[in-house]
């Protein structure tokens, strides 16, 4: 095999079979010969100047691969297309998303959709030699694209390969551009619903375990709080794979904490990631702050040995 071939072949088996024109000149084939490769259908346009050679099949990568060299300089892939390369949704459906520099504007193609905008070298990311959003942006964007599967694939990912903070942060360097109120209302939305979601894990951690004593949605001084221990006053707080974005919640568990110790109740806060990464480090905890506090009374006492707080 000549140089010329071997440059060729590189190119191709780096980009699923995917080649643009510049590339093969760049080799060394001429202009000439590119287009006798086209006539004789070696070589299948996809988009101008970039080719898919014939002996590949057009997968979901070379659909992928063909729409960045096409879009060019500063293109990255974007939306659900991001997310598939990813590896955040199983499938590629719908058009390739990209994302150009908005002093550029390329018209969208068939199959390929184009938006322009500046993305900030944060949320910039190179994926198997592919430049790509970075996860936190292309968790968002792809919430927001999802439509009423949105929130569903928001909350798994938040559970997973994701902060919130660093979504949130995503968000923050990206408002006011297309979408961005819609993000912010998933956002709030996620977290929302996952402190309740982190209370039912925690429920189901200690119904496994078979502890005794506890309550859920147990007043004390004028709060509920969602797991307690009323005789050892101890008090399971809850936070979710997401926390409030609004200030004022922020301010509205600081003041829970502070009501709850004025009480003379023990706070605990029961995290999502714990409960599902060291089971066995929450049932710990808990122990040892109800057998710390447990008053002495009539009834089953909470002591410190666990056998006298789980039932057997």
Same mark, same amino acid.
């Given at each position: 095999?000549?140089?010329?071939?071997?440059?060729?072949?590189?190119?191709?088996r780096?980009q699923?079979?995917?080649?643009?024109?510049?590339?093969?000149?760049?080799?060394?084939?001429?202009?000439?010969?590119?287009?006798?490769?086209l006539?004789?259908?070696?070589?299948? +346009?996809?988009?101008?100047?970039?080719?898919?050679?014939?002996?590949?099949r057009?997968?979901d990568?070379?659909?992928?691969?063909?729409?960045?060299?096409?879009?060019?300089?500063? &293109?990255v892939?974007?939306?659900?297309?991001? &997310?598939?390369?990813?590896g955040?949704?199983?499938?590629?459906?719908?058009?390739v998303?990209?994302?150009?520099? =908005?002093r550029?504007?390329?018209?969208?193609?068939?199959g390929?959709t184009? =938006?322009?905008?500046?993305?900030?070298?944060a949320d910039? &990311?190179?994926c198997?030699?592919?430049?790509?959003?970075?996860?936190?942006?292309?968790v968002?964007?792809t919430?927001?694209?999802?439509?009423?599967a949105?929130?569903?694939?928001l909350?798994?990912?938040?559970?997973?390969?994701?902060?919130f903070?660093?979504?949130a942060?995503?968000?923050?360097?990206?408002q006011?551009?297309?979408?961005?109120?819609?993000?912010a209302?998933l956002?709030?939305?996620?977290?929302r619903?996952s &402190? +309740?979601?982190t209370?039912?894990?925690?429920?189901?951690l200690?119904?496994?375990?078979?502890?005794?004593?506890w309550?859920?949605? $147990?007043?004390?001084?004028g709060?509920?709080v +969602?797991v307690?221990f009323p005789?050892?006053r101890?008090?399971?707080e809850?936070?979710?794979?997401?926390?409030?974005?609004?200030?004022?919640?922020v301010?509205?568990? =600081?003041?829970?904490? $502070?009501?709850?110790? =004025?009480?003379g109740?023990?706070?605990?806060?029961?995290?999502?990631?714990?409960?599902?990464a060291?089971?066995?480090?929450?049932?710990?905890?808990?122990?040892?702050?109800v057998?710390?506090?447990?008053?002495?009374?009539?009834?089953?006492a909470l002591?410190?040995?666990?056998?006298?707080?789980?039932?057997?």
């Amino acid at each position: 095999m000549d140089s010329l071939s071997r440059t060729l072949a590189t190119h191709l088996r780096r980009q699923a079979g995917v080649i643009t024109r510049d590339q093969a000149r760049a080799a060394g084939l001429a202009a000439d010969a590119i287009d006798r490769r086209l006539a004789a259908r070696q070589w299948v +346009p996809l988009h101008p100047r970039v080719y898919l050679d014939g002996s590949h099949r057009l997968t979901d990568e070379a659909r992928v691969r063909a729409a960045l060299l096409w879009a060019g300089e500063g &293109a990255v892939l974007s939306g659900p297309a991001a &997310a598939w390369w990813h590896g955040l949704v199983p499938a590629l459906a719908g058009p390739v998303a990209v994302t150009v520099p =908005r002093r550029r504007g390329p018209r969208p193609r068939p199959g390929v959709t184009v =938006r322009r905008r500046d993305v900030a070298d944060a949320d910039r &990311a190179m994926c198997r030699g592919v430049p790509v959003t970075a996860v936190p942006l292309t968790v968002l964007e792809t919430a927001v694209e999802l439509g009423p599967a949105g929130a569903g694939f928001l909350d798994r990912s938040l559970r997973g390969p994701v902060g919130f903070d660093a979504v949130a942060r995503a968000h923050a360097r990206n408002q006011g551009s297309a979408g961005s109120a819609g993000a912010a209302a998933l956002l709030d939305a996620a977290a929302r619903r996952s &402190a +309740p979601a982190t209370a039912a894990l925690l429920v189901g951690l200690l119904r496994e375990a078979r502890l005794i004593g506890w309550r859920t949605a $147990h007043p004390v001084a004028g709060v509920v709080v +969602p797991v307690a221990f009323p005789r050892a006053r101890v008090a399971l707080e809850v936070e979710g794979w997401a926390r409030a974005l609004r200030p004022e919640e922020v301010r509205r568990e =600081r003041w829970r904490a $502070h009501v709850l110790g =004025r009480a003379g109740w023990t706070v605990l806060r029961a995290r999502w990631h714990t409960l599902t990464a060291d089971r066995a480090a929450v049932l710990r905890e808990i122990g040892r702050a109800v057998a710390g506090a447990a008053p002495s009374g009539p009834g089953r006492a909470l002591g410190a040995d666990p056998a006298a707080w789980i039932t057997v």
